[in-house]
């Protein structure tokens, strides 16, 4: 496993007030990884591109008038694209060079390659045309970044491929780009999003047309702990070996660790641990870019999915959820898991 980290990712797109989303997340990632034993998987990369290089790239993802809001506004930086979302006079000089980075390394994936690209801005929330599913904002997001490793991948001659999302916030963007695409199936854990940004990804939303029962959204309530996850995470195995991909695309999100700050679950080192071992049982070519996380679930998320993923054993005693959430979450679970079973053995 390669764990890169973008050197422009601590000196470009910084807010001139705050802002979760900013530089000190990189920090966080960097002091934590340097205390542990696979410190020698980390390189630091730089991607120099041009705007003429990716707009053909994002150009298959989003549409062209969203790709000109989005320049337009970088033309008159400092500002916001939404309440959640802005740029500064530099964003657009570090956006290109993630989609380059994005696309290079998901097009180098060979094997069994795993390959963890520590980035921002994150990018599941953009959808084709911006916000995606009537979501309020970008939720800090620009360009898809998960897309654009799709669209590489595919390049690359993977034919199917699996995302996913693990971000306490639904993916609501990269689902509506492949919302009827059978060739990518979308896995999202997430907060139950009847009262909470985006507001998106109930488990009835399963795709549509050729895609339909590709999209799949497993729900969290509030409270919920490692106990619930795993239950999950176990049925999430289920239906991507089921699936039978040729490649995975990570949406690696740490905002559900207890106390990150942006969420109201119980998340902790046992629930990140285990998507690590989660991938390494895969063992598929895998290219991770990082979506959420501001604070403790960074310092502690990280390393323990690194470990998970590299096969080093650890303990972590998991989290509980109370009984009766548990069993709301297990129903929520096993209902959709059914369902969805009737669209994938077909």
């Given at each position: 496993?390669?764990?890169l980290i973008?050197?422009?990712?601590?000196?470009?797109?910084?807010?001139?007030?705050?802002?979760?989303?900013?530089?000190g997340?990189?920090k966080?990632?960097?002091?934590?990884?340097?205390?542990?034993?696979?410190?020698?998987?980390?390189?630091?990369?730089?991607?120099s591109?041009?705007?003429?290089?990716?707009?053909?790239?994002?150009?298959?993802?989003?549409?062209?008038?969203?790709?000109?809001?989005?320049?337009?506004r970088?033309?008159?930086?400092?500002?916001?694209?939404?309440?959640?979302?802005y740029?500064s006079?530099d964003?657009l000089?570090?956006?290109?060079?993630?989609?380059?980075?994005?696309?290079?390394?998901?097009?180098?994936?060979?094997?069994?390659?795993?390959?963890?690209?520590?980035?921002?801005?994150?990018?599941?929330?953009?959808?084709?045309c911006?916000?995606?599913?009537?979501?309020?904002?970008?939720?800090?997001?620009?360009?898809?970044?998960?897309?654009?490793?799709?669209?590489?991948?595919?390049?690359?001659?993977?034919?199917?491929?699996?995302?996913?999302?693990f971000?306490?916030?639904?993916?609501?963007g990269?689902?509506?780009?492949?919302y009827?695409?059978p060739?990518?199936?979308?896995?999202?854990?997430?907060?139950?999003?009847?009262?909470?940004?985006?507001?998106?990804?109930?488990p009835?939303?399963?795709?549509?047309?050729?895609?339909?029962?590709?999209?799949?959204n497993?729900?969290?309530?509030?409270?919920s702990?490692?106990?619930?996850?795993?239950?999950?995470?176990?049925?999430?195995?289920?239906?991507i070996?089921?699936?039978?991909?040729?490649?995975?695309?990570?949406?690696?999100?740490?905002?559900?660790?207890l106390?990150d700050?942006?969420?109201?679950?119980?998340?902790?080192?046992?629930?990140?641990?285990?998507?690590?071992?989660?991938l390494?049982?895969?063992?598929?070519?895998t290219?991770?870019?990082?979506?959420?996380?501001y604070s403790i679930?960074?310092?502690?998320?990280?390393?323990a999915?690194?470990?998970?993923?590299?096969?080093?054993?650890?303990?972590?005693e998991?989290?509980?959820?109370?009984?009766?959430?548990?069993?709301?979450?297990?129903?929520?679970?096993?209902k959709?898991?059914?369902?969805?079973?009737?669209y994938?053995?077909?």
């Open positions: 496993m390669k764990i973008e050197k422009n990712s601590l000196l470009k797109h910084i807010p001139w007030f705050y802002h979760p989303e900013n530089p997340r990189v966080i990632i960097m002091n934590a990884l340097s205390k542990t034993s696979f410190r020698d998987h980390v390189l630091y990369v730089e991607k591109a041009d705007l003429s290089d990716v707009l053909s790239i994002l150009e298959r993802i989003h549409c062209r008038k969203y790709i000109e809001f989005v320049l337009d970088a033309s008159k930086a400092p500002c916001e694209l939404d309440p959640d979302t740029l006079r964003s000089e570090l956006l290109i060079e993630t989609i380059s980075l994005v696309y290079e390394t998901a097009s180098s994936l060979r094997s069994n390659n795993t390959v963890f690209l520590i980035i921002r801005p994150p990018g599941h929330h953009a959808g084709k911006g916000k995606a599913f009537r979501a309020p904002t970008l939720g800090f997001c620009v360009f898809n970044n998960a897309a654009i490793a799709i669209e590489a991948l595919r390049d690359n001659g993977f034919n199917r491929i699996t995302v996913l999302d971000d306490i916030h639904h993916g609501n990269t689902q509506e780009i492949y009827k695409d060739t990518v199936l979308h896995v999202d854990l997430h907060r139950n999003p009847i009262d909470f940004y985006p507001f998106t990804g109930f009835e939303q399963i795709g549509s047309g050729r895609g339909r029962g590709y999209s799949i497993f729900i969290l309530e509030p409270g702990g490692d106990d619930s996850y795993s239950f999950m995470l176990n049925l999430v195995s289920e239906i070996e089921l699936y039978s991909p040729e490649a995975i695309v990570v949406s690696a999100g740490f905002d559900g660790f106390d700050g942006l969420a109201d679950t119980m998340l902790t080192e046992h629930t990140y641990y285990n998507i690590g071992k989660l390494r049982k895969l063992n598929l070519p290219l991770l870019v990082l979506e959420g996380g679930g960074l310092k502690r998320g990280v390393p999915l690194v470990y998970g993923a590299l096969g080093i054993k650890k303990e972590y998991p989290s509980r959820t109370e009984k009766t959430i548990y069993r709301q979450n297990v129903e929520y679970a096993k959709l898991y059914n369902h969805i079973l009737k994938l053995k077909k």
